[in-house]
């Protein structure tokens, strides 16, 4: 999962609530977490062309290649205006600690947590798979990653996500509604 700032992934899917458009803009920017410097991730997501999600993330990868999420600022926005600050974290503030997001080598079937502050981000993943081909709008991707995601603060949610080498997430699917949202492009500042 390579961050080199002006790097941004597109993805799109349809939903429920309307077409989601999600671009996951990588940034020159560094922020310090508990002495780990981190990559600053601009993540904005619309729905119907229109704003609803507004985010800054921070990711740092370890010497063995495991990739660390250090927390999120995220903003709900309603008709252009912020309406909520719900999901943002921190790690080493209140209690929260950074997760992975993506092992580096892990076994299948081992449990691991992407985020956790208490009450606010708690995502648990499990590996699944390995060695899978998946074909998305950007394309046939092989060697992938397959993971069952949950949460205790959402039991009813259940999602699979996959991860290509060099690339990172490609697709994310909804197993309660099927609902997905699929990798598309990449650009290149």
């Known amino acids: 999962m390579p961050l080199p700032p002006g790097t941004t992934l597109v993805y799109e899917g349809q939903t429920a609530e309307g077409l989601s458009h999600v671009e996951f803009h990588v940034l020159p920017d560094r922020q310090v977490i508990l002495g780990v410097t981190c990559t600053t991730v601009h993540d904005t997501k619309t729905l119907d062309g229109r704003l609803s999600e507004d985010t800054l993330d921070w990711f740092a990868q370890d010497v063995d290649g495991n990739v660390w999420y250090f927390g999120e600022n995220t903003h709900t926005v309603e008709d252009g205006l912020i309406v909520s600050l719900e999901g943002s ?24 947590r992407e985020e956790f502050a208490l009450g606010t981000a708690e995502d648990v993943a499990r590996l699944v798979a390995v060695h899978q081909t998946i074909t998305v709008q950007y394309g046939t991707l092989t060697e992938c990653w397959k993971s069952e995601d949950f949460s205790a603060l959402e039991p009813t949610v259940l999602e699979n996500k996959f991860f290509a080498p060099g690339i990172g997430s490609v697709m994310e699917i909804d197993l309660d509604t099927g609902e997905f949202i699929e990798l598309t492009e990449i650009r290149h500042d």
Do not use: P, S
């Open 89 to 112: 974290w921190t790690a080493g503030q209140d209690g929260a600690k950074a997760g992975i997001v993506m092992h580096a080598d892990a076994d299948l079937g081992q449990l691991y």
